[in-house]
């Protein structure tokens, strides 16, 4: 039995401002108790707490909306009771806009050892240092509504692809039975809870698992299963099918995803809100996005030379550093590299995404992301 789940006041709220004409694009606003939040919206992650190299301040500067955190690494370490006694993970991390942490689901199988699934949860070792401990959807909704973020994530199984479909058509039922779990032990008070359709790349099994995830009224809703290995491609195609048989009126979420060109073609399906480590990963190995593409700086082309990483991008590190310097740093191993090198990426997906929004606002976005993809595919060429 589902119990009542009718969502409360003073949890998040979708506002959909505008229905692009040409796709299915749209122009949203998620209302937030930490402030409101645009879409569509790209999220930077901040696994433990923190967004690698860089501070709230610079996030602020960067006109980051909304940060994730990972109820797997914080339960691990520091802990949430320390973090409860710090005041909650915003106050502990001096973050005052919005966050949101994922469930735990995903990275118990993508990083811990033995670990084991039952109806009940998931059991495993600690990646750091194989301590035993254990997840179900109670006990991950309880660890979230202790950190307090305004959206939390169901528990859910996202099935290895590798996996047939028996299993995960038993998957798909025992995260459906999950959500019901994660519904009865949510409290409703200030957490926002999203639910999270899988299914692989099966549409009928994505159409199956949409009406039994979206049969519970929930403030909004996710696709997960995807970026998981997958071909482009695929991943494309899927979201293209799945995204539009989650509520119009309610924010999408895609889990995991994406690249720059995954961003503005999930946008063109109707996906609101992303997440990835793409940005500030690639920065620590010192891969950095441009609008003439990627730049691999450590390249001796770069050695001396005076350009900063992207002539058109206002970013700090385009105003103030010229390319040769930032490879050098990167040579040396320097710490400031790392500072360097994510400021500007996670810049750049920020503006990529604030001008999808300009797009979509002026109603010219189905000819935005045309000219987005074929400069993409003239520079992978
Ligand atoms: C391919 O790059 C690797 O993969 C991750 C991105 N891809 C991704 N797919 C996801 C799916 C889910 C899901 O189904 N459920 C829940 N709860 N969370 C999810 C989080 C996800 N993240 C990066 O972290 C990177 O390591
Ligand atoms: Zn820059």
Redesign the pocket.
């Known amino acids: 039995e589902k119990g009542d789940t009718r969502v409360p006041p003073g949890l998040v709220r979708f506002e959909l401002l505008h229905e692009d004409t040409g796709t299915k694009a749209r122009r949203g606003r998620l209302h937030t108790p930490h402030g409101p939040i645009e879409t569509p919206i790209f999220m930077p992650?901040g696994t433990v707490g923190s967004v690698k190299g860089v501070g709230p301040d610079d996030l602020v500067n960067l006109d980051a909306q909304i940060i994730l955190g990972n109820t797997y690494h914080l339960m691990l370490r520091p802990g949430e009771p320390l973090i409860q006694e710090m005041g909650g993970l915003h106050r502990f991390i001096s973050w005052d806009r919005p966050m949101l942490t994922?469930?735990?689901?995903?990275?118990v199988f993508?990083l811990s050892e033995k670990r084991k699934i039952t109806e009940e949860g998931a059991a495993f070792q600690s990646h750091l240092d194989g301590s035993r401990h254990s997840l179900s959807p109670e006990r991950s909704i309880a660890i979230q509504e202790t950190l307090g973020a305004d959206v939390i994530?169901?528990?859910?199984e996202?099935p290895p692809s590798t996996e047939d479909r028996p299993y995960l058509e038993k998957s798909l039922a025992r995260t459906t039975r999950w959500l019901h779990r994660c519904v009865k032990a949510w409290s409703r008070e200030r957490s926002s809870l999203f639910g999270?359709v899988?299914g692989g790349l099966h549409e009928d099994l994505r159409k199956r698992h949409a009406e039994e995830i979206c049969a519970v009224d929930l403030p909004g809703y996710?696709l997960?299963?995807?970026?998981?290995?997958e071909a482009p491609e695929a991943m494309h195609a899927g979201v293209a099918y799945s995204a539009p048989l989650l509520p119009r009126d309610r924010p999408r979420y895609l889990?995991?995803?994406g690249t720059p060109l995954d961003l503005v073609t999930c946008v063109e399906q109707g996906v609101d809100m992303f997440?990835?480590?793409?940005p500030t990963?690639c920065a620590r190995n010192g891969l950095l996005f441009t609008s003439e593409g990627k730049l691999v700086i450590r390249n001796a082309a770069y050695a001396k030379d005076p350009r900063p990483v992207d002539p058109t991008c206002s970013c700090y590190t385009c105003r103030t550093f010229s390319r040769a310097y930032l490879r050098h740093l990167f040579a040396a191993g320097e710490i400031l590299a790392m500072r360097l090198n994510t400021l500007h990426n996670l810049h750049y997906f920020l503006t990529l995404m604030a001008d999808v929004r300009r797009a979509i606002s002026e109603d010219r976005f189905a000819s935005f992301a045309k000219d987005f993809r074929a400069r993409a595919h003239a520079q992978e060429a």
């Open positions: 992650v994922d469930s735990g689901g995903f990275q993508s994530m169901a528990f859910d996202c999270i899988q996710a997960g299963g995807y970026s998981v290995g889990m995991g995803v997440d990835c480590v793409l990963r």
